[in-house]
T-cell receptor, first 112, second 114 residues
Framework: DTEVTQTPKHLVMGMTNKKSLKCEQHMGHRAMYWYKQKAKKPPELMFVYSYEKLSINESVPSRFSPECPNSSLLNLHLHALQPEDSALYLC???????????FGSGTRLTVV | GENVEQHPSTLSVQEGDSAVIKCTYSDSASNYFPWYKQELGKGPQLIIDIRSNVGEKKDQRIAVTLNKTAKHFSLHITETQPEDSAVYFCAASRTSGGSYIPTFGRGTSLIVHP
């Protein structure tokens, strides 16, 4: 298995909702990442997990809460989002933080 | 921190032509340079990468060159096909002595006309 699987593919949520994005990989990669991508822009780093521990938080607002239950799973919990948070949320993994990434296809999030 | 400039922002070619995308970086300690291809509705896909101990790397129709002195690297696609149409991102990062997190260029939208 050489893929990063993200669910759901699309999500529409209201500003008072709580939802979660899920990411799964079975390549034995020990680093996992959440990125946010706006249209026609490069991905922007949000969080890095290395060996299941949060190693980088790029000053992301607390309405985004990451979780790494085990070495294969990564979640992003969403609460009280704003319309400007609408974007493509990408999960990625790599063998270690110094290697190239395998990205998932992303979750297209719309906040209404 | 690292700064990566990528040009052009849009590149339109005829099928069969070659395409070249260029990136420059600012941090002389950067030593790992991946290229990602992002098709519409998909996540970026790593297509080729180069480390600073080599000057060129090829994989079928794609090649990457690196000039460490000038701090620039380029992606070359030969015999372009419509399925090469996508947004391409270059990136630069260190593998030691600092943050490993890649800095991405702003992207190049490649359009291959049949």
């Amino acid at each position: 298995d050489t893929e990063v699987t993200q669910t759901p593919k699309h999500l529409v949520m209201g500003m008072t909702n709580k939802k979660s994005l899920k990411c799964e990989q079975h390549m034995g990669h020990r680093a996992m990442y959440w990125y946010k991508q706006k249209a026609k822009k490069p991905p922007e780093l949000m969080f890095v997990y290395s060996y299941e521990k949060l190693s980088i938080n790029e000053s992301v607002p607390s309405r985004f809460s990451p979780e790494c239950p085990n070495s294969s799973l990564l979640n992003l919990h969403l609460h009280a989002l704003q319309p400007e948070d609408s974007a493509l949320y990408l999960c990625a993994s790599s063998q270690d933080p110094r290697a190239g990434y395998t990205f998932g296809s992303g979750t297209r999030l719309t906040v209404v | 921190g690292e700064n990566v400039e990528q040009h052009p922002s849009t590149l339109s070619v005829q099928e069969g032509d070659s395409a070249v995308i260029k990136c420059t970086y600012s941090d002389s300690a950067s030593n790992y340079f991946p290229w990602y291809k992002q098709e519409l509705g998909k996540g970026p896909q790593l297509i080729i990468d180069i480390r600073s101990n080599v000057g060129e790397k090829k994989d079928q129709r794609i090649a990457v060159t690196l000039n460490k002195t000038a701090k620039h690297f380029s992606l070359h696609i030969t015999e372009t096909q419509p399925e090469d149409s996508a947004v391409y991102f270059c990136a630069a990062s260190r593998t030691s002595g600092g943050s490993y997190i890649p800095t991405f260029g702003r992207g190049t939208s490649l359009i291959v006309h049949p």
